[in-house]
């Protein structure tokens, strides 16, 4: 009888110490992709910053790996309690610390790189360590090493899994951290529990008290985590952070400066958008392309979540249908519903609705027109106009472009710079193919190209990979105070001749209100400095082979 208690007492320590290490499997996953999020959201470039922070830690966890050796096989439980506590405190702290570094010094990449090197140390003393404690409860070598690393690799999966589609979705950084951090402080105060009730480890006073204010000190991260969030990121921006939310797919903050009542938008830190002068920016997207081409009944924006674009196209009375295709669903909320993007959009996506998406591909849910009141008619009720009917769709714009049928007279690409490997793929020639494809005979494209004077190669490459997928090119800029010399590109089939559409560009008229652009301004805008548009590079942006990442982020903004 007692025999057959000890092997249930073994049995059960054993099946508690694989449990932990599915659990610290899980959490260590998700703390490894919480630290590369972390430093792609501060030092950009996530290709890199992914690849640096994922090969930093596996070397440091072969650190801690060695130095288990060193650790006495008596003192192995509370190693592992300790071991946990450590990684619940330095993973739940870690964003917040960083982001506090990244506010008040110049030094905080090396802030960043070490929480990534004490997690993984951390991480490299788990698997060991459990594997030696449950040898005393394991008959066999194999079957523990088995049973172990199999819990580990399992408990991987279902923290990617989580990560990708839970905290990602639902929570901020900071709060993930907390939350995944809370789950290894639960390791360690179970593993403290029955150990010691078992009489394997002494009960210490010491212990209790630290656990207890740790516990405390992660309850109380993550009950203030949103608010230590906007104070810490304060002094990253120079006017009052108003909103500040980590989506699924990007970090987004407002700023208010209400002396000049100047409302900037910033995704992953970069600028996207000043009130002050945002027109120059989006009426010289909008307004040339959609007057020289003869027909603009249908008009799709990809990208354009910020409802700037779209208030553009709405001012024509022919556009009778516009979809606008963005990934993050949390940005078009922001701009239909956030006060101070509603109105800087007028109210764009007011009646909007959303496309749907199925196996057979994209078809459209219920179209509800946008009208305006254009005035009283002779019998005192108001003329009502239809505008176009709008839909919104969150969803990558190359997937779309391959699932969606039909024909568009105007796409206009308002997509973030291609600054990381999923946006430069949106710049490839295979994307551009699929424009292409997408655009009536007599349609046009309008691309957002960066900036010609700082990320001049980037702004050619763009054009060499336009005309790489078959498209004829015009390259226009103009300066936006807040961004400096920008560039676009028109981009339409070489079955229009050139200098049909140079001789239209001659005549054209723009018969809707605008702030700044005219044509006379659009005519100045073709004209490039000498040498400008003049480079000694060849390639082209394609999937295989993005060069443009590289140009993007290592030889532009004057770092040549």
């Known amino acids: 009888m007692t025999s057959s208690l000890n092997r249930r007492s073994l049995n ?38 992914w690849a640096m922070v994922i090969g930093l830690m596996l070397f440091w966890m072969g650190f801690g790996s060695l130095i288990q050796a060193r650790i006495p096989k008596h003192r192995l439980i509370l190693t592992f309690i300790g071991i946990e506590t450590g990684l619940a405190l330095a993973g739940g702290f870690s964003p917040t610390l960083t982001y506090l570094s990244y506010g008040h010094t110049a030094h905080y990449p090396l802030v960043l790189y070490a929480f990534v090197s004490l997690i993984g140390i951390l991480i490299g003393l788990e698997i060991p360590v459990i594997i030696r404690i449950n040898n005393d409860f394991s008959h066999e070598l194999s079957t523990n090493l088995g049973n172990i690393l199999s819990a580990d690799y399992i408990g991987s999966l279902i923290g990617s899994l989580v990560y990708v589609f839970v905290l990602l979705r639902y929570f901020p950084i900071t709060e993930a951290a907390f939350l995944t951090a809370g789950v290894n402080f639960l390791l ?23 656990m207890t204010g740790v516990f405390l000190g992660l309850v109380l991260g993550y009950k203030n985590s949103r608010v230590w969030q906007v104070k810490l990121e304060q002094p990253l921006y120079d006017d009052p952070v108003v909103f500040s939310r980590t989506t699924q797919y990007q970090h987004i903050v407002i700023t208010h400066y209400q002396p000049l009542d100047e409302v900037r938008l910033f995704l992953n830190g970069n600028l996207q958008l000043n009130s002050l002068d945002e027109e120059r920016y989006h009426e010289s997207l909008v307004h040339p392309a959609m007057n020289l081409i003869p027909v603009r009944k249908r008009i799709l924006i990809l990208g354009g979540g910020d409802g700037c674009a779209l208030r553009e196209v709405l001012k024509y009375k022919d556009v009778r249908q516009i979809t606008l295709v963005d990934l993050d669903p949390a940005m078009t909320s922001l701009a239909a519903t956030h006060p101070l993007l509603t109105r800087i959009n007028k109210n764009s996506f007011q009646d909007s609705r959303t496309l749907v998406f199925s196996g057979e591909g994209v078809q459209p849910g219920e179209k509800t027109p946008v009208y305006v009141n254009t005035g009283s008619s002779k019998k005192g009720k108001p003329k009502i106009h239809e505008i176009a009917r709008v839909n919104v769709m969150n969803l ?165």
């Open 12 to 49: 059960f320590a054993s099946v508690l110490l694989c449990a932990c290490m599915f659990a610290s499997g899980a959490c260590g996953i998700i703390l490894e992709y919480i630290q590369a999020s972390l430093a792609s959201m501060i030092l950009g470039n996530s290709f890199e910053q």
């Open 188 to 210: 360690a105060l179970i593993t403290f529990a029955y150990f010691t009730r078992k009489g394997l480890i002494a009960k210490s006073p010491l212990l209790f008290l630290v």
């Open 396 to 560: 990558d714009a190359d997937l779309f472009l391959s699932k969606a049928s039909g024909f568009w007279d105007l796409i206009i690409v308002d997509l973030p710079d291609p600054s990381t490997p999923e946006l430069s793929k949106l710049y490839s020639r295979e994307f551009y193919a699929k424009v292409r494809r997408k655009l009536s005979l007599t349609g046009m494209a309008v691309i957002q190209a960066t900036s010609p004077y700082f990320a001049k190669e980037s702004f050619l490459c763009i054009g060499r990979t336009l005309e790489a997928a078959g498209f004829a090119v015009l390259p226009f800029h103009e300066n936006v105070p807040s961004f400096g010399d920008w560039g676009w590109f028109l981009a339409w089939k070489p079955v229009q001749d050139r200098n049909e559409i140079t001789d239209r560009a001659k005549a054209m008229t723009i018969p809707v209100s605008t702030r700044f652009i005219t044509p006379q301004v659009f005519q100045s805008q073709l004209v490039f400095g000498k040498g400008m548009l003049e480079t000694q590079k060849t390639e082209i942006n394609t999937l295989l082979y993005p060069v443009l990442l590289t140009l993007y982020n290592h030889e532009s903004w004057l770092t040549e």
